[in-house]
């Protein structure tokens, strides 16, 4: 047991990533109250959730979720590259994630000004004409890629962090749990948006 | 560092002198002790403030019409008094105060897993705190929906609802990082020797109650966070004017709210499970079965919410489902009550203050838990619910309840806390006090919601005068016995006899070191061998 490890410094990477693993079902139990939200409504308003979903553009959805998926991978990468002592890649693989999730970012943003600039957005005189279920569809849309894109920020402030560590080679190939619980983190965001995805654009 | 004498010149963790000077000692302290106390202290000012408010709308029911207040104050009140007695006290109360302190003590560790993140939840649960209460002193007048931000009113009431859904919300995450922090540190830092089955029954109650703090309480902070979005941005959600659907956000709000309960309960259990060995001088009895309707209790909570909405509009199927639930979740706290009982048979006990609340939440809690029962039945539920008898009952469990034992708490471990004896004398003299006036106050509120007077009214017709004068005058006695029983703690801090190490012979690990404990709590980490009350 690791009792008399915390003698003089604490660290016990074990209860770290217990800690980071309990913090992601919190997590996931956030979203899971929208996503019962969603459910009851799409099953009291089906009709309505059809025809607008066809609004969304799936292109642009594919896009973003092949970015996630790929800035996954990097994250991934970087964890492994720390563990071969190569500093300067995981360096540049925890940038190329920052920079997808830029791009996710992007995206999401000309998708919104998109939808924003055709009068749909919580509140509107257009959506507020339109049928009730179109008002639940595009208010769920709003909360639930506005949380996960909150939720992307906060992953991109955390890996910029760790990276800031590893430059100042505080985390190194044999202390690196705070990179793996980035990693762990990054993992959750990529897997909601695996959800949001179908949902709202494939599902129509 | 096991030489004695070197031992006794350690300071202990009030006199230690770190970094920081004066009060930044205190509120930039790692140290699990003083973080504590931090709370300690935060809740017992937020505490008295809230009772105030309750002996003021007493005050208030003390005859028919507008005897101090009008309506809108009055509404005010009990929704600022439900907001703080439950979000800031009563569900962070025993864990944060007691958990904090002797979580590490009793499975003999030096300090919580994430002690940073335990600073950090302190200070997320004042910055709560203040967004809380700062609904009060700006905007457009303090909320008035209760404690329970009902759908559509929340977001339709004219009042200053967002910072007191936002406190909340806030609170939230305080809640999260302890409720991580102990499941942790019970999975981790266990001293060598102490398994799951040697493991003290506080801290069983704390990982069980931690379980429920990290998976109910993201439920209800996503859904205060719907009330946010409804209110700034008409987003419909709960809104039936757009399709949505507030029973829906009373069945989300249950859901968590209703383990909340368990939350208050379970750390309430827990002391009283530490206290009644200890002055029984026996080991507990069953105690395995404790530890399985601890967990059990935590279990089938997650089930039960619906008996908050018999009334609001569901299926036959729900009401009978949520009705037996309701009912099997009072066998593991019968379980619990017949073991403590069984536990004083044939023990030689000893009388002590610590003991005499123990008793008194046996009571308490047997009357609250059986009106539980009550409310639980559908057919009484149509007709009480929402009357005076409702408030009755959840003030049994929830004061009753873990006010009860953390008041017992306190006075059991406060020679532990402090270095110092309070009043012994006075400090019964203050149980008696409370005690008279705690039921004297909430009895007659069962028979008056009986006979029909709902909750939430400043004002009643004549027939019920007769009941609420006893309240009202129970409400006074009761507070009369806080203050004899919070002035003889805070001056004995500084002017009550040094207390021993062991004052009453306790055997779980926090009697072993000494009193108050010195920084690293042990000398030397204990190693366990024997179970956690061995009397023999």
Known sequence: ?204 | MSDTVIQNHEPNYLEYKGRYKGIFAWIFSTDHKRIGLLYLYSMLVLFSVAAILGLLMKIELIAPGKTIMDAQTYNSFFTLHGITMIFLIVVPGLPAVFGNFFLPLMIGAKDVAFPKLNLLSWWIYILGAAVALSSQFFGDGPPDTGWTFYAPYSFRTGTNMLPAVTGAFILGFSSIATGINFIVTIHRMRAPGMTWMKMPLFPWALYSTSWIQVLATPIVGVTLLMIVLERTMQIGFFDPALGGDPILYQHLFWIYSHPAVYIMILPAMGVISEIIPTFARKTIFGYKAIVVSTLAIAFVGYFVWGHHMFTSGMSGTALYTFSILTFLVAIPSAIKIFNWVATLHKASIDIQTPFLWALCFLFVFMIGGLSGMVLGALSANVHLHDTAFVVAHFHFIVFGGTGYAFFGALHYWYPKMFGRMYDKGWANIGLAVFFTGFNTLYLPMFYLGMIGMPRRYYDYVEEFHGPNIVSSFGAMLMISGLVIIITNLVRSARKGEIAEADPWKGKTLEWTTASPPTLENFDEIPIVTKLPYDYE
């Open chain 1, 1 to 204: 047991m690791s009792n008399y490890a915390h003698i003089d410094e604490h660290r016990d990477d074990e209860g770290a990533k217990i800690g980071m693993w309990l913090f992601i079902f919190t997590e996931l139990l956030l979203f899971g109250g929208l996503f019962i939200v969603y459910s009851v409504y799409r099953y009291i308003n089906p009709e309505a959730f059809h025809l607008a979903a066809e609004e969304l553009d799936t292109f642009t959805g594919t896009v973003n979720t092949v970015i996630l998926l790929v800035s996954s991978m990097t994250i991934a990468m970087s964890i492994s590259s720390i563990q071969y002592k190569n500093k300067k890649l995981t360096l540049i693989l925890m940038g190329l994630t920052i920079l997808l999730a830029a791009v996710f970012m992007v995206n999401k943003y000309f998708e919104w000004s998109g939808k924003i600039s055709h009068g749909i957005y919580p509140g509107s005189p257009t959506l507020m004409e339109a049928s009730q279920g179109e008002i639940l569809f595009f208010g769920l849309y709003y909360a639930m890629t506005g949380l996960h894109a909150l939720h992307i920020i906060i992953g991109v402030a955390f890996i910029a962090y760790v990276m800031r560590l590893v430059v100042k080679n505080e985390v190194q190939h044999d202390n690196f749990t705070i990179l793996e619980n980035s990693g762990l983190y990054w993992h959750l965001v990529d897997l909601i948006w695996i959800f949001l995805f179908p949902l709202f654009y494939l599902i129509t």
